[in-house]
T-cell receptor, first 114, second 107 residues
Framework: GAGVSQSPSNKVTEKGKDVELRCDPI?????LYWYRQSLGQGLEFLIY????????KSGLPSDRFSAERTGGSVSTLTIQRTQQEDSAVYLC????????????FGNGTRLTVT | KNEVEQSPQNLTAQEGEFITINCSYS?????LHWLQQHPGGGIVSLFM???GKKKHGRLIATINIQEKHSSLHITASHPRDSAVYIC?????????FGKGTHLIIQP
């Protein structure tokens, strides 16, 4: 596709359930970031993948959060045992390299935990 | 860890005014991004800078690496420029975002 694709665009789930969010980056982009934006808040870094290097997980808020990037392309962010404070828009961005390319953002997944 | 500060937090101006949004960061970076987020949430990358100045239409972005400071300028502002403008500093620890500047341009 022409841009970064995220799915689903909206997800409503009950507290305690697990959710998976998907990001399809632009083909060939080696850098992939996950962020979230809670209502009225700024962007919060979650995790960063760069090529085949070990991901930078320093932004993950708890061990309920994990992410994978298979084959250097598609990434899934998994939240286990969701809590209401997990409600946010989860954004994915990709770029050609970690430092020297513009970032392309997906439209995000709006997660609501009831 | 990098600290990214933006100012002002909120800015309301009249159509046609020259707008400046500032961003400062605490540690050395390889690049700085200016992003635009419209109501509804979509984010668009406006500029990526590692030195000097870039211009695109009515938007100008500058960066001073020595002073760890960047500015985004909008000339001849228009109501459609109303959005949240976010700077993001890319360093060794990934990307650190400012909290954004909420800009409203009144007709």
């Amino acid at each position: 596709g022409a841009g970064v694709s995220q799915s689903p665009s909206n997800k409503v789930t009950e507290k305690g359930k697990d959710v998976e969010l998907r990001c399809d980056p632009i083909s060939g982009h080696t850098a992939l970031y996950w962020y979230r934006q809670s209502l009225g808040q700024g962007l919060e870094f979650l995790i960063y993948f760069q090529g085949n290097s070990a991901p930078d997980k320093s932004g993950l808020p708890s061990d309920r959060f994990s992410a994978e990037r298979t084959g250097g392309s598609v990434s899934t962010l998994t939240i286990q045992r969701t809590q209401q404070e997990d409600s946010a828009v989860y954004l994915c961005a990709s770029g050609m390299s970690s430092y020297n390319s513009p970032l392309h953002f997906g439209n995000g997944t709006r997660l609501t935990v009831t | 860890k990098n600290e990214v500060e933006q100012s002002p937090q909120n800015l309301t101006a009249q159509e046609g005014e020259f707008i400046t949004i500032n961003c400062s960061y605490s540690v050395g970076i390889s690049a700085l991004h200016w992003l635009q987020q419209h109501p509804g949430g979509g984010i668009v990358s406006l500029f990526m800078l590692s030195s000097g100045k870039k211009k695109h239409g009515r938007l100008i972005a500058t960066i001073n690496i020595q002073e760890k400071h960047s500015s985004l300028h909008i000339t001849a502002s228009h109501p459609r420029d109303s959005a949240v403008y976010i700077c993001a500093a890319r360093g060794a620890d990934g990307l650190t975002f400012g909290k954004g500047t909420h800009l409203i341009i009144q007709p």
